[in-house]
C-alpha cells in the first residue's frame, strides 16, 4: 500500500478526476499524506491555459520531483505537451488520468474495501468476486491486510452480477486481489464458469475482467480463453501483471509463475482471439535485478507487444521481506523506468496508431473532459467520442464508430450516422 500526496490545478473537470484517481487508490489501499516530502509517490494533476499556467506547472513539477520518490504528471498539460516535461528533463510518468491508479499500485494487488459488495456508479457496476490472494510475494503488504482466498459461490456473485445489470449496470467490472484464483479456496479454480454465467443474464452489457496472476490462471487459461471466445458480452482483455521479464527476479519476488508461463498464455489468447488487448505491469529496480535482467524485461516487452503496459519503480514496503535487501540506486531506477516507459509509448502508441481508419463498435461508459464521452471498444480499448451532445451519445449507449486519430494510450472515433 503506498502513501500518495495529490496536487489539482485548473478546472472543475479536473478536481473531478482527481476525485477519481483518490477513490481509486483508495479502493486499492493507498493512502493520502500530508506532503509530498512524506509520500512514496506524488501525483500532479497539471492544467495548460495560458503560457504563464505551462511554466508554473513545470516549476511546480520540477520541486515536487526533487521532494519525493516518484512523480506521476496527468491532467490537460500531460495530455496535450507531455513531452515538455521530459524537454525538461524532468523525470516523471507522464499518464493519462485513467492510467495513474494503475502506476501507483508498485506491483501490489489491488484492495477492494471492506466486504464484496457491488457497486454501482453511473453504468458501471464493481462487483468483488473474493477477496484475499494466494501468493506470497516478497514485495507486498496488501497480503497483511487481506488474508488468503476467500471465494463466496459462484451463485452468489451471479446473483450481484444480475441485480446490478437490473439496476441500469452497462458495463460490470469484475475486481478481486486475484480473480484468477477464484474458487481455489474451495479446490477447484471457478472463474470460467462464473463468467459463463454472467454473460448469461439477460441483457444488453459487457464484463471486464480484472486482474490476474499468470500464476493463477495458468492451467485454466485454454478453458478461459475459449470463455473468451464464446461469449460477447466479455471484453477480449485480460491484464496479467508479469512484472520481469527474468526469471531469477521472478523466483527472488516469489512469483508463482516464470516467464514461459506467461508467454504460453499469451499465445493461448493469440490463437483463440483476433483482436484483444494484453495489459501486464512490470517492476523496474528490484533490488536483485541486474542490468542483465531489466535487459530481459525489455526484450520479453518488445517480444509480446502488450496494448496497456503499467511500468513501476520499486518501492520498499514496510514490514514485506523485499525492503530488508539492499536496494538499488535512485538514479539506476530512474534510468531503467525511463527506458521501458519510452519502450511501452511506442508499442502502445503504435496499437492505437493501427485502430485508424477502422470502425468500431463501442460503449460508452462515462463522461469525458468538457462535451466528451469516454467509450471502450471490443478489446476495452479506450475510445473518446468529442462533441457528444451533437451526436445525442450519453453513457450507457452502445454506438458505432470511424477511429479517426489517436494519442499515445487512446484514441478518438467519430460516431457513424444510421
Given at each position: 500500500m503506498a502513501r500518495y500526496h495529490i496536487e489539482t490545478y485548473?478546472?472543475?473537470?479536473?478536481?473531478g478526476e482527481s476525485r477519481a484517481i483518490e477513490g481509486a487508490l483508495r479502493d486499492a489501499g493507498h493512502y493520502p499524506v500530508d506532503g509530498?516530502?512524506?509520500?512514496?509517490?506524488?501525483?500532479?494533476?497539471?492544467?495548460?491555459?495560458?503560457?504563464?499556467?505551462?511554466?508554473?506547472?513545470?516549476?511546480?513539477?520540477?520541486?515536487?520531483?526533487?521532494?519525493?520518490?516518484?512523480?506521476?504528471?496527468?491532467?490537460?498539460?500531460?495530455?496535450?505537451?507531455?513531452?515538455?516535461?521530459?524537454?525538461?528533463?524532468?523525470?516523471?510518468?507522464?499518464l493519462h488520468w485513467d492510467d495513474v491508479p494503475g502506476a501507483v499500485l508498485n506491483g501490489e494487488c489491488p484492495t477492494p474495501g471492506p466486504g464484496t459488495e457491488p457497486v454501482l456508479d453511473g453504468v458501471v457496476g464493481v462487483l468483488p468476486i473474493a477477496r484475499g490472494c494466494m501468493s506470497n510475494c516478497s514485495y507486498c503488504?496488501?497480503?497483511?491486510?487481506?488474508?488468503?482466498?476467500?471465494?463466496?459461490?459462484?451463485?452468489?456473485?451471479?446473483?450481484?452480477?444480475?441485480?446490478?445489470v437490473h439496476a441500469g449496470a452497462k458495463e460490470i467490472r469484475i475486481t478481486g486481489q486475484d480473480t484468477g484464483v477464484y474458487g481455489w479456496d474451495a479446490g477447484e479454480r471457478k472463474l470460467p464458469e462464473l463468467l459463463e454465467r454472467i454473460c448469461a443474464i439477460e441483457g444488453d452489457f459487457r464484463v471486464r475482467v480484472g486482474m490476474a496472476n499468470p500464476g493463477g490462471i495458468h492451467g485454466i487459461h485454454e478453458e478461459l480463453a475459449e470463455v473468451f471466445a464464446e461469449n460477447e458480452e466479455l471484453y477480449d482483455f485480460i491484464h496479467a501483471p508479469v512484472q520481469s521479464g527474468s526469471d531469477d527476479v521472478l523466483e527472488e519476488m516469489r512469483r508463482q509463475h516464470r516467464v514461459e508461463k506467461?508467454?504460453?498464455?499469451?499465445?493461448?489468447?493469440?490463437?483463440?482471439?483476433?483482436?484483444?488487448?494484453?495489459?501486464?505491469?512490470?517492476?523496474?529496480?528490484?533490488?536483485?535485478?541486474?542490468?542483465?535482467?531489466?535487459?530481459?524485461?525489455?526484450?520479453?516487452?518488445?517480444?509480446?507487444?502488450?496494448?496497456?503496459?503499467?511500468?513501476?519503480?520499486?518501492?520498499?514496503?514496510?514490514?514485506?521481506?523485499?525492503?530488508?535487501?539492499?536496494?538499488?540506486?535512485?538514479?539506476?531506477?530512474?534510468?531503467?523506468?525511463?527506458?521501458?516507459?519510452?519502450?511501452?509509448?511506442?508499442?502502445?502508441?503504435?496499437?492505437?496508431?493501427?485502430?485508424?481508419?477502422?470502425?468500431?463498435?463501442?460503449?460508452?461508459?462515462?463522461?469525458g473532459t468538457g462535451d466528451s464521452v469516454k467509450c471502450r471498444d471490443t478489446a476495452y480499448r479506450q475510445v473518446i467520442v468529442q462533441n457528444a451532445s451533437e451526436h445525442g451519445i450519453e453513457p450507457g449507449e452502445f454506438t458505432t464508430v470511424e477511429i479517426t486519430g489517436h494519442q499515445t494510450m487512446y484514441a478518438f472515433g467519430t460516431p457513424i450516422d444510421g
Open positions: 485548473g478546472c472543475t473537470s479536473n478536481r509530498p516530502e512524506e509520500a512514496d509517490v506524488a501525483i500532479l494533476n497539471s492544467c495548460t491555459v495560458v503560457e504563464k499556467t505551462e511554466t508554473n506547472m513545470l516549476r511546480r513539477a520540477r520541486e515536487l520531483e526533487e521532494e519525493t520518490a516518484d512523480l506521476i504528471v496527468t491532467g490537460c498539460m500531460a495530455i496535450a505537451q507531455g513531452e515538455q516535461f521530459a524537454e525538461e528533463g524532468i523525470d516523471a510518468q507522464v503488504i496488501t497480503k497483511h491486510a487481506t488474508g488468503r482466498v476467500d471465494s463466496p459461490p459462484v451463485e452468489e456473485n451471479v446473483e450481484k452480477a444480475r441485480a446490478l506467461f508467454r504460453e498464455i499469451v499465445e493461448t489468447f493469440d490463437d483463440a482471439l483476433r483482436y484483444w488487448t494484453l495489459s501486464t505491469d512490470f517492476i523496474v529496480g528490484f533490488p536483485t535485478e541486474t542490468e542483465a535482467d531489466h535487459d530481459r524485461s525489455m526484450e520479453l516487452l518488445r517480444e509480446v507487444r502488450p496494448e496497456k503496459v503499467n511500468v513501476t519503480r520499486f518501492s520498499k514496503r514496510p514490514r514485506t521481506d523485499a525492503a530488508e535487501m539492499k536496494g538499488l540506486g535512485g538514479q539506476t531506477k530512474k534510468d531503467r523506468s525511463k527506458a521501458m516507459s519510452e519502450l511501452k509509448r511506442e508499442i502502445v502508441g503504435e496499437a492505437y496508431e493501427a485502430m485508424v481508419g477502422d470502425e468500431r463498435e463501442v460503449l460508452c461508459v462515462e463522461p
